[in-house]
């Protein structure tokens, strides 16, 4: 694997993925919840050929119908909301979205490597911070926040972003 190493940050890129961070961690807060409905493998395939014969996409199809069923209206509905789905803002909307979302997993990705080399880079740190007092020269040592960071602090960050569990 290729790595290459990161250009020096200039205040606008680093403004830029602040506000990408928040907008993810905005997005992670949201409630959310997961279905799982077991059905008869010949009602599953009912399914996935109505919405093949709908044109619909399947990851979007179970959504949409239940959408649609809750909507309470007919087939015209349907036939609304595939309509809005195939629009020019539509298509403009999904292709934001699957960028916005290959982004998402790039920065996470990065969050992962950083995490992972996270004891490393602080150990190297109080080494040296240590150095510098040893020389005498305290007055250059920076008081940092994770100067107070037990193993707990960095257990939380690999469970965050490692391993993808939240709280």
Known sequence: MKTKKNPPHNEDRQK??????SALEAIE????IRITVAVPYEVAEKVRLFLK???????????????????????EELEKLKDEMRSENGRNLWGEYAVMKFRAYEYFMENKVMVMNL????DENRMLKRRLEMKGLTELIP??????????VIDAYYKKYVFGEHR
């Open 53 to 75: 014969e709908k044109g619909i996409l399947e990851s979007q199809g179970i959504p949409l119908l239940i959408q649609y069923g809750l909507s309470g209206e007919n087939e």
């Open 29 to 32: 807060s949201r409630e959310k």
């Open 143 to 152: 008081k940092d926040e994770w100067d107070n960071w037990d193993q707990s």
């Open 119 to 122: 004891p490393r880079m602080l």
């Open 16 to 21: 830029h993925r602040n506000d990408l961070i």
